[in-house]
């Protein structure tokens, strides 16, 4: 980890802040020691001290691109990788740019996958 990206806690403090900036997401804790962030009903990260959950691609090929670059820091979900989430450590060799970019494309992939009606007012801005 470089110097200039800080402590892994304080940079999962930047991650968290930086998905729940996004418009319409909200922090709940769906289950006992689970933070995640959703939009609408649905989670679009999954928050956690060494680690952030994102959705990294439509299906499994595309997020199978975080494994190939950052094999040490990357991996399948629990239960729903097959649908294209991710497990990416933060503090190692992901830049913090990257993961911050990670939660962008996972918002917007679950955003996007929502009726017209629910996507928050602002959701493609920015």
Known sequence: ?????????GAAARIAAHALGKPGAWADQPWEG??????GEKIFAFLGGDAVGVKAGKGRAEADEWLAEYPDDTSV??????NGWNTLRIGGAIP?????????????????GLPKSRRPEGWDVG
């Open 34 to 39: 689970d933070h995640v962030a959703k939009v």
């Open 96 to 112: 913090e740019d990257a993961l911050l970019e990670a939660v962008d494309t996972s918002y917007a992939l679950v955003v996007g």
């Open 1 to 9: 980890m470089s110097p200039a990206s800080g402590s892994p806690d």
């Open 77 to 82: 979900m629990a239960y729903i990788g097959r």
